[in-house]
């Protein structure tokens, strides 16, 4: 019976620490999964229900770190068989974020659901590009300024036997964007467009592309490989609207390798 009575109290203590298990268990995972370049900060709560503040930093060592404005709740429970997590965030998320993470035999996906974000399921939330400056260099010096909007009708991230697959559609919006490098009240808007097709086998597309404004930014790349190889090789080229010139130099010579009036943009 003593025997018994000490099995259940076991199975009690360990029930009690799952339930209750901290805040600061998901914080500490967060930053060890991200090369502590994303941050739970002052995490209250449990893993399973929580808040805290969401903070970009250059990684071990850096002195460079910003946070988002108010705090990030989140619930986690379970969704069937996969693992749901349901955010909210007053600044910046729309509404009530739902991500679903599924595992599976040699696998692992995360997925976004359609019609999960926001009421046209298409609006996921918008950030302030200053947030951007605590990731350290290059983005310390470039200081940016304006609004980054991420748009999806849904899709899905699965890694597969260390495989990484992207199906869906992500649209990034960056509204009015602006420089402490440049003189310019603003220096455009911009499009970053990724598209993938697992389905079919295909590798995942990026596209750059200009919507508005003195800078002109265009491009396009592919995510190749897979595994810890997976990487992206993306080319494009930044130049200066007619009459935008001499007010963009400097800044064209930091973007790129400089090929007369652009700077060429290559990345993998």
Avoid at 1 to 10: D, I, P, Q
Avoid at 72 to 89: E, M, S, V, Y
Avoid at 146 to 165: A, H, I, K, Y
Avoid at 188 to 211: I, P
Wanted: aromatic fraction near 6%; glycine fraction near 14%.
């Amino acid at each position: 019976m003593k025997r018994y009575a000490a099995l259940g109290a076991a199975l009690g203590a360990l029930a009690a620490l799952v339930a209750f298990a901290p805040a600061a268990w998901l914080a500490g995972a967060v930053s060890q999964a991200s090369g502590e370049r994303l941050l739970l900060a002052e995490s209250r709560g449990t893993v399973w229900q929580g808040s805290a503040l969401v903070v970009l930093t250059g990684g071990p060592g850096s002195r460079d770190a910003s946070a988002l404005p108010g705090r990030l709740h989140w619930r986690l429970g379970l969704d069937g068989t996969a693992l749901a997590l349901r955010a909210r965030q007053a600044c910046c998320l729309n509404g009530e974020l739902l991500l679903r993470v599924v595992p599976g035999l040699g696998r692992l996906r995360l997925e976004l659901p359609a019609n999960t974000a926001g009421a046209a399921g298409l609006a996921v939330g918008q950030w302030p590009a200053s947030w951007l400056a605590g990731l350290g260099t290059p983005w310390n010096t470039l200081k940016p300024a304006g609004t980054l909007q991420l748009n999806s009708p849904g899709l899905w991230l699965e890694q597969v036997q260390g495989r990484w697959r992207f199906n869906g559609r992500a649209e990034l919006l960056l509204g009015s964007m602006a420089s402490r490098l440049s003189t310019l009240e603003t220096l455009g808007s911009y499009r970053l467009l990724l598209v993938g097709n697992a389905a079919g086998g295909d590798a995942a597309t990026l596209q750059l592309s200009t919507t508005s404004g003195a800078l002109q930014l265009s491009g396009s790349g592919q995510f190749l490989g897979s595994g810890a190889a997976s990487h992206l090789r993306f080319r494009g080229q930044a130049g200066a609207e007619p009459g935008s010139e001499a007010v963009l130099n400097n800044l064209l010579n930091i973007i790129g390798r400089r090929q007369g009036a652009v700077s060429v943009i290559s990345i993998g």
